[in-house]
C-alpha cells in the first residue's frame, strides 16, 4: 500500500521540495529564468489556453512519443482542443493523488465508490477509477448507465461515497430515495455552498468539493477533507497562485483572483503559471484536520462566465435559499434581457408566488431585475455531462 498522505510537514519544508521541484519542470520545459527562490516564480511568462490551442496537438509534450503512456483531451467545444499527454509515470503520481484524496475525504479500502464522472476524452472518470482503487476501495464505473439504473445500483450495492458532477447529483436527489451514501465528492462544475447542503439535505450525505483541470492533470489538485472547508492544495505536485485578472499581480491570502497553476512533477506536459481562468482564493491557515496544505475556497466561475461582473454562482445562491426552488436551472442572457429558468421542487409549490420571491430576493440581493420562468417539474433540459448552467440566447 502507497503512502497517501502529506506528513503533515513544515510549509518551509515544503517550499524547499517546491523549489528543488520548479527548478527541474523549468529546466524540463526549457525556461532560462534562474529562479533562487519561489518568489521569483513571477518573473517567468504566464502560459495561457490560446499557448496550449497553438501547440495542437502534440507540441507541448516534453517527451519523445513513445514515451507517452496515454492522451486525453478536452472537449473542444469553445474552440481546437488541447491535447494533454501523460507519461507512465505521471498516471502513477495521478493514482496516487487521487488515493490521498478521496483518503482525506474519509474513502478507505473497501468501501464502494459509485464513480459516475465519464469516462473517455476528458479525464474525470480515470482520476477518480485509479485513485479509488489505489486505495484499495471497490469501485463501480457507473458513468454512462441511466439515471435510474444507477439509482438502483447505489441502493443495491450499498455505495458509501458517490463521486460525479454536483448537477448530476442534483438528479439524482429526484430518483434515489434511501441509500447508504455518506460522502459525495462533486466536481468538474463550479457549485456553491447553498447547493451542497440542498444536496446534502438530499441525499444524505456530506457533500466535499474536488478541483481540477485536464490541462493540468485532471481531478488531483485540490480536494476537500472531511471537515469540507476547502480544498487542501497538493502542493508537493502543484504551486499554485492567485493573481489580480487586470494587474496579473500576485494576491494575498484569502483575496479574490484568478488562479495559476504551475505543475512541479508532470513528465509528458509541465506547465508553468497556467492561467485557469477560475477565479477563487487561498487561504495558508491550517486546516483542523492537521493538514498544513494551502486551501482553495470553493470557485466564484470562470472569468469567461461573467455577466457584466457578475456570476453564475451569485444567482445560484440567492436562487437555490428559496426552499420552492428545484436544483435544475438556467440562465438564459438575452440582448437586452437576463432570463432565470427554474423549477419548483415538486407540484405543490404555487409557480408564480415563487416566481415573485426568486425575482425580489434577486432584485434585493444582487440589485438583478431577471424574468423568472417557472417551469413545470422536470422539464428543464439535463445533461449527463456537464451541466449547461449559461445559454446565450
Ligand atoms: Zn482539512
Known amino acids: ?156 450495492l450499498g455505495a458509501q461515497v458517490l463521486c460525479c458532477s454536483p448537477s448530476f447529483a442534483a438528479q439524482l436527489a429526484d430518483v434515489l430515495g434511501d441509500s447508504a451514501l455518506e460522502i459525495g465528492l462533486f466536481g468538474g462544475e463550479m457549485w456553491t455552498p447553498r447547493l451542497g447542503r440542498r444536496l446534502e439535505a438530499a441525499l444524505g450525505l456530506k457533500a466535499l468539493n474536488t ?19 476547502g480544498m487542501h492544495v497538493n502542493e508537493d505536485h502543484f504551486l499554485v497562485e492567485v493573481v489580480d485578472p487586470a494587474t496579473l499581480e500576485p494576491l494575498g491570502d484569502d483575496a479574490l483572483g484568478e488562479l495559476v497553476i504551475t505543475t512541479l512533477t508532470r513528465e509528458a506536459m509541465p506547465l508553468i503559471r497556467y492561467r485557469t481562468g477560475d477565479l477563487t482564493s487561498l487561504t495558508t491557515q491550517p486546516c483542523a484536520c492537521g493538514r498544513v496544505t494551502a486551501r482553495l475556497h470553493s470557485l466564484l466561475g470562470r472569468r469567461a462566465d461573467s455577466l457584466g461582473g457578475l456570476f453564475p454562482s451569485q444567482i445560484e445562491e440567492v436562487l437555490l435559499a428559496e426552499p420552492g426552488a428545484g436544483l435544475t436551472y438556467q440562465i438564459v442572457v438575452g ?29 434585493k440581493q444582487l440589485g438583478l431585475d431577471p424574468v423568472v420562468f417557472v417551469a413545470p417539474p422536470g422539464s428543464l433540459p439535463r445533461s449527463p455531462g456537464k451541466a449547461v448552467r449559461v445559454v446565450h440566447a
Open 211 to 229: 478541483y481540477g483541470l485536464s490541462e493540468v492533470i485532471g481531478p488531483g489538485v485540490a480536494s476537500e477533507c472531511h471537515l469540507g472547508c
Open 335 to 363: 440582448p437586452s434581457q437576463l432570463e432565470l429558468r427554474c423549477e419548483p421542487v415538486d407540484r405543490s409549490v404555487d409557480p408564480s408566488a415563487l416566481a415573485d420571491r426568486i425575482a425580489a430576493a434577486l432584485r
Open 1 to 156: 500500500m502507497p503512502t497517501t498522505t502529506i506528513e503533515a510537514p513544515l510549509r518551509s519544508a515544503l517550499h524547499e521540495l517546491q523549489l528543488r521541484r520548479l527548478r527541474t519542470a523549468l529546466a524540463r520545459r526549457e525556461v532560462a529564468v534562474p529562479v533562487e527562490t519561489l518568489a521569483d516564480l513571477r518573473r517567468v511568462p504566464f502560459t495561457t489556453k490560446d499557448d496550449l490551442r497553438a501547440q495542437y496537438p502534440l507540441g507541448m509534450m516534453t517527451v519523445p512519443t513513445d514515451e507517452l503512456a496515454r492522451l486525453h483531451s478536452s472537449s473542444g467545444t469553445s474552440g481546437r482542443p488541447t491535447i494533454v499527454g501523460h507519461t507512465y509515470r505521471d498516471l502513477e503520481i495521478w493514482a496516487d493523488l487521487m488515493a490521498r484524496s478521496l483518503e482525506a475525504a474519509g474513502v478507505r479500502p473497501g468501501t464502494i465508490v459509485h464513480n459516475a464522472y465519464p469516462y473517455g476524452l476528458t479525464t474525470g472518470g480515470f482520476g477518480f477509477q485509479q485513485g479509488a482503487e489505489r486505495l484499495g476501495a471497490t469501485v463501480v464505473p457507473a458513468a454512462g448507465a441511466p439515471l435510474e439504473v444507477q439509482a438502483a445500483l447505489i441502493r443495491d
